[in-house]
């Protein structure tokens, strides 16, 4: 452990212009400062720190905290000091901060129980690790030797640590992956629109959204479109923050008045899951007043390609593509992905070749722009026509400027809110801009840092895995019928944090022989397990982190010793292993994991001299990678693995399925103007569970401090128009319903929830639920069969037919990501008013 210098009271030393209250205790004598008479007690013992993850990584942020020590007890946790470019970038928000109160929980798990009641009855006996591990590996065996070893499901979607560098995630994928047993998050598809959008129209799932935050210092125009940084990520808030003082202007389209908006110069509301028909409103008006930039589009989108009207192909000769030259009034070919064209190729015209009409991409991207009028986008995002217009100049006029995409856009059409981003990026040339482009709050970070994950996953090569991967939504309805006889959860709580907990706990459980939960706490889904194990804290065991923004490799080191009977990932897995038959490649423990990670052919990584070892790592506790000293450019070198060469604004793939360009698709079941109109609106309401800081997911929810600084209850948010339609009162008992479930909850009035909303926060347990049910019974199921769409389903295709299933990119595992989106805020609710 590093020793830590305490600073120097400072309290003698106050200047004139100190704050007053400071300088009248820099009168006081010093016997009297009680501020000095602590710090001298404090000097008589050591603080001592360790890096550690943060348990708060969903927002995505992946922040590496500093962990400080004294007498054997974590006392405090603060931002990591970074060096290099990031050495002032360090950040440890609120959550952050109240961590490591987790760690001494009373209820915290401590020790292996075995469930002795019925399933979520609460009677738990407490037995040794060997009993669990014996009777475990024995059922599973003998479920293996009756149904076959894919009846057994593993689900190791989220955890305690980042998915790509989680090793109780990369343990599980081994040991199921040996074992053949079931990984049922194909499709899942949680936050997956800007992924399925970079995947057609830029050629690969992730790098387009590896933006460095850094990059927004010096552009002149910033939206935030759906999200919430200033409050949610702090790095990418800071270059906000920079930006606006170098006098970029922010700008803020969302469903919320939130932090950001508060902060932004315009705040632009919209309805939900409209976003989409702004942006192509915004790419209309910019083609219409030929503001785009016409040399760049030509270089490296497809606007110049023929594309066949009858078909909606690319026009091809072998394996070339034609394009129209005006010079020659001639259809000329040229190479895939090629920059220059000889004459001057046409933006716009309709032209007969051997009898077939063909227009370039441009023109058809014109016409399908059309319909996106002011008025048009007005009446379905209820921006008026005027701000829309306004946005437009404004954007194109600004450049570089960027669109900093976030979660706000979970709707199905997420995917299309993204592709009409990246339209925008194209039109204006701000892809491929040093300090502009498109970017979501799912990824921007520094170099792609990759460990050697795929040597722990795939101990026998990627060939030699037996997971099946499953559909989200197949599962489910197989699981019914019976067929999964066993869930070992190795990570994640999704009785919570999944839509319809019902159907796990109704449809799914009761079908199932064995249930296991790995965990930190008696999560809902634990509270059905028949064995519940015990895992470490992150303060109380080693890990490597890839600082997700930050270009370093982070060693985490336990900051004190396990409490109870809490074990590491490499004990847990080699204890099920073991008795399941693949011990012998569990026998590693926390250091030989670490070394087989860094053991990497990734050049940031690989290239960094002396070289990263976990030696070095243990003396230095964090290294900058070997990456070079501007930001990291997705768009270096301007290549793209798409079907040509170039960025699709127009995809052939996707007219597959209908969907050649960025469109606006109702949202899947939000009541919008037209639902509401023609009286298909399943209910008048959308039902908005929304995050917020002092919770991520349902972490820190059973922390007092955090509970009551989220108003210490669930409570419901409606704005004061709807609620005097409703007839309901500012702390009025209100039932929340739709026909998946219902929830009983004390209704605030606030403007900042638009009208036709109704808003509850997310991560509340079901127990602090007096009475009902519970808000994420009324979601829209993720990924199920009936949710996803046409275009989420040929993605799921494309990626399967390419082999991609199961391949590691950056670290993830595409098997979770190729598939529909989410429909976290596509939901329709009712509101009533109860008796208390
Ligand atoms: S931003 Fe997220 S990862 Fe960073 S300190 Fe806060 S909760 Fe932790």
Redesign the pocket.
Known sequence: MHKLTLHTCARHRFSSNAPANLQLQATMPHHACGACQREKEERMSEETWVCTA??????????A?KTVVKDGKIVRTEAVDYTGAEANEG???????A?WRQVYAEDRLLHPLKRVGKRGEGKWEQISWDQAFDEIGAKLCELRDKYGPGTVAFWNITTSLPPSQGLDTLLGNRLCGLWGGTDPLNAYGLDNGPYYASYFDLGDFYKYMMIDPIKFDATSYIIIWGGNPVE???RVAKHIVEAKSRGAKIVDVGLLFDASAGYADWFIPVKPGSDTALALCMANQIVQRKEYDRAFMTKYTVAPLLVDVATGKFATSGDKFLYWDEESQSARETERGAEEYEGTPAFNGEYVIDGAKFKPAFQMLEDHLATYTPEYQERITGVPASDAIKLGEEYSSHRPSFIVGALGLRYQNQGDAYRAFYLLGMLTGNLGHLNGGVTSEIQPCGFPLGFNNPSIIYPNGLEGDKTIFVKNGDFFEDAKKGKYKAFIKCAGNPVHNCPNRSRWIDDTFPNMDLIVDIDVWMTDTGEYADYVLPAAMPFEREELIAAAQYNHVVLQEPAIEPRGECKDPSFIYRGLAERMGFGEYFQNDADDWIRMRLNTPQPFIANVDPPITLERLKEEKLIRAAVPPVPWDPFLGMKFETQTGHMEFYSERLNNVGLPMATYHEPYEVPTTERMENGTAKHPYQFFSGRQRFF?QSMFTDDPVMADLSGGKPTGRINPVDAEKEGIHDGDLCEVYNERGHVIIEMRLDQAIPPGTIQVWFGWRKRTFTEGGMYSELLVPLGDNDTLDDAALYWYQCVEDEGKVGEILSGYAISAMAGAWDTIWDCACDIRKVEA
Do not use: A, L
């Not at 950040?91 to 901060?97: A, F, L, N, R, V």
């Open positions: 943060c348990p708060g990584w969903g927002d995505h942020e992946f922040c905290i950040h440890c928000c609120q959550k952050g901060i961590s949610n990520q702090q991520m």
